[in-house]
């Protein structure tokens, strides 16, 4: 390999820098950062794309974006905090400086979805990579023909981006539900599992629909069941996959199912390809 052939290689591991402009907490354990590139242009990325965040002198992490594409002068991210790179994350605020890979993955394929149904079923964190194709769907309205979004979380306190919810609730083009399975006294909504909240569809045209899924691997059992059940092909509902990602280009094999490289050809899947995969969901 030539020296340029190894610089170039090398390449696809070094972060460009960005800035952090503005953070808050959603919940007590998810933050949400909005981002913009030092190069001052935009991310470019796919709805259902993800990055890798270098936190410096400490390591990095995949993380999902939660915004649009159509939102271009930056972007967004809703964190857990769950390991050190995350824990360091939450202790920062506007103004800090970030370093990023990407963005990887297939993403969603919106071109296919124009002019039909979509069904959006979104589980816990989930919300989090469903919410920016929601928001590119919202923002193009008029590609798309009925939306229907179906959320579930824990609990009233786990429900992430309220006031997008609210927003979304009070869309006259927009059919949204939300569910919790442990309700608290001020909870005056719908209370049970997310695919309790299939029996509110009833204008869905599932031989025209997609369906979008994201949450944790419990729930992709049931939820697809559900889809399959009123009709939705195996080839049209699509889940995106979580699966202990790393280095987000195919070399370290964390996320290796297989022959598959979740980070290379996915995190997006059709049920039809990921259904024979072991360990898929």
């Given at each position: ?30 933050k ?56 360091a ?6 103004g ?13 394929d ?83 599992v ?55 280009v ?32």
């Amino acid at each position: 390999m030539t020296v340029e052939e190894k610089d170039r290689a090398a390449a696809i591991f070094k972060p460009e820098t960005g800035r952090i402009v503005a953070a808050r907490m959603l919940t007590e354990t998810e933050k949400f950062f909005r981002v913009v590139l030092d190069h001052g242009g935009p991310l470019g990325h796919k709805p259902g794309q993800f990055v890798e965040v270098s936190i410096f002198g400490i390591g990095e992490a995949p993380i999902s974006i939660c915004s649009s594409p159509t939102q271009e002068d930056s972007f967004e991210m809703c964190v857990r905090n769950v390991g050190s790179v995350t824990n360091a994350m939450h202790q920062m605020g506007a103004g800090a400086e970030i370093g990023l890979r990407g963005p990887y993955g297939n993403g969603f394929d919106m071109e296919a979805m124009k002019g039909r149904d979509v069904l959006f079923v979104a589980g816990g964190l989930g919300m989090a990579p469903a919410r920016g194709v929601i928001k590119y769907v919202l923002d193009k309205r008029h590609d798309f023909n009925i939306v229907t979004i179906l959320y579930g979380a824990k609990n009233p306190s786990e429900l992430l981006f309220k006031e997008d919810l609210e927003e979304w609730q009070a869309r006259p083009d927009c059919d949204f539900h939300v569910t919790v399975d442990r309700p608290d006294d001020s909870w005056k909504g719908n209370t049970g599992v997310i695919t309790t909240l299939f029996r509110n569809i009833s204008n869905i045209d599932a031989r025209n629909a997609w369906a979008v899924v994201v949450g944790p691997p419990v729930m992709y059992k049931y939820v697809i069941l559900e889809a399959l059940s009123i009709g939705i092909p195996e080839s049209r509902i699509l889940c995106s996959l979580e699966r202990r990602m790393k280095c987000g280009v195919g070399k370290c094999g964390h996320c290796q199912i297989s022959n598959v490289y979740v980070c290379k050809e996915g995190p997006v899947f059709t049920y039809s390809q990921i259904k024979r995969l072991r360990e898929g969901i």
